[in-house]
């Protein structure tokens, strides 16, 4: 399954926003926390994941990552302003729910095929000439393991109207 329950351009960077103020989905926070306590250790920085991972605390409490990724987009001369609008990113037109088809628990989730559904959108690109549309994506509301009722919303299809069909049977 996807790391975080973002798939697509615009929505996977607000996720990273909300992981560095600390409000991302656990399985992502906790993917980007093994990486990043790694590297610290790596580095010698931290000589352990203990260490490395109150230092990551440390940083995210203190908004001090939050303020890097604001010096960054300003060096690269993009509008700091979206860490606390998410307006000023792109938007899409529709938002789409995906319904379960059944009751039961969500046994997989297939990365490949999601991925797929989020390109079909616009997302991605099929061939090289293909414009990539930074609005559209996925949202994955539901995870392994979750329980669902028939007709619940599984996902949400970010969409400005391109292969919405093909990428809701996908997803």
């Known amino acids: 399954q996807p790391l975080g329950n973002m798939v697509g351009n615009s929505i996977e960077v607000i996720e990273a926003i909300e992981t560095l103020k600390g409000n991302g989905p656990e399985s992502f926070r906790n993917f980007c ?9 790596e580095t010698g920085i931290s000589s352990n994941k203990e260490e490395a991972l109150q230092l990551i605390n440390q940083k995210i409490d203190s908004k001090e990552a939050l303020n890097k990724l604001k010096e960054m987009i300003v060096y690269q001369h993009g509008n700091p302003n979206v860490i606390d609008d998410y307006s000023l990113f ?8 995906v319904l379960s088809k059944k009751s039961g628990y969500i046994k997989s989730l297939d990365a490949l095929e999601i991925g797929l559904s989020a390109m079909l959108l616009g997302a991605g690109r099929e061939s090289k000439d293909d414009v990539i549309d930074l609005a559209v994506g996925v949202e994955l509301v539901k995870k392994v393991g979750d329980k669902v009722n028939d007709n619940d919303i599984i996902a949400y299809l970010y969409s400005n109207g391109k292969n919405e069909k093909q990428a809701y049977d996908r997803v």
Do not use: G, M, R, T
């Open 33 to 41: 926390f093994d990486l990043v306590s790694e590297l610290l250790i």
């Open 90 to 97: 792109p938007q899409a037109k529709n938002k789409v729910p």
